[in-house]
């Protein structure tokens, strides 16, 4: 889990479901500043999608890099709501990540949880998005259910 600590110091890294913004503003029950969003990438990093689901894992690939999205000023309340909502797959860990500008940060990510096995296809959001996002809310309702529950909402 992410230290609830790391709350306006470090960012968030993102490279799956929660680059896409709608998902990113349902899952931390909040508007989106975009100004608090950036492109970056990491690099030694292949995405590809979980086998059996429709959610990505990143797997270590010399020489490749994985576009993704930095949240710069996630509160505690959304590294709480982050975290619960990649619990059952995932684990964070601080990484490097490389902004448009150049400029290098560490950033939290979470990467797959020995159980969750990487397939060969890789994962693409836009065929995420035309394929399985129409049913992701209705699925994410039942993962953030007992955090709203925690949370008293």
């Given amino acids: 889990m992410i ?4 709350a306006g110091r470090q960012p968030l890294f993102f490279f799956g479901t929660l680059t896409d913004l709608d998902v990113l503003a349902y899952v931390l029950a909040r508007p989106i500043d975009l100004d608090d969003l950036a492109p970056a990438t990491i690099a030694g990093f ?3 999608q979980a086998r059996g689901a429709s959610y990505p894992v990143l797997i270590p ?3 490749s890099r994985v576009e993704g999205l930095l949240l710069r000023h996630a509160t505690r ?3 709480a709501r982050i975290n619960h909502y990649e619990s059952e797959e995932y684990r964070a860990e601080l990484h490097r990540v490389a902004t448009a500008d150049g400029a290098r940060h560490a950033a939290w990510l979470y990467l ?3 159980h969750l096995e990487a397939s060969d296809e890789p994962w693409e959001l836009e065929a995420w998005q035309r394929i399985h996002k129409a049913g992701f809310f209705a699925a994410c309702d039942g993962w953030m259910a007992d955090f709203r529950e925690l949370e008293g909402t």
Wanted: no cysteine; glycine share 12%; charged share 30%.
């Fill in 46 to 48: 292949r995405r590809v």
């Fill in 112 to 114: 797959g949880l020995d």
């Fill in 77 to 79: 309340r959304d590294i």
């Fill in 61 to 63: 690939a010399s020489g």
């Fill in 3 to 6: 230290p609830l600590s790391a």
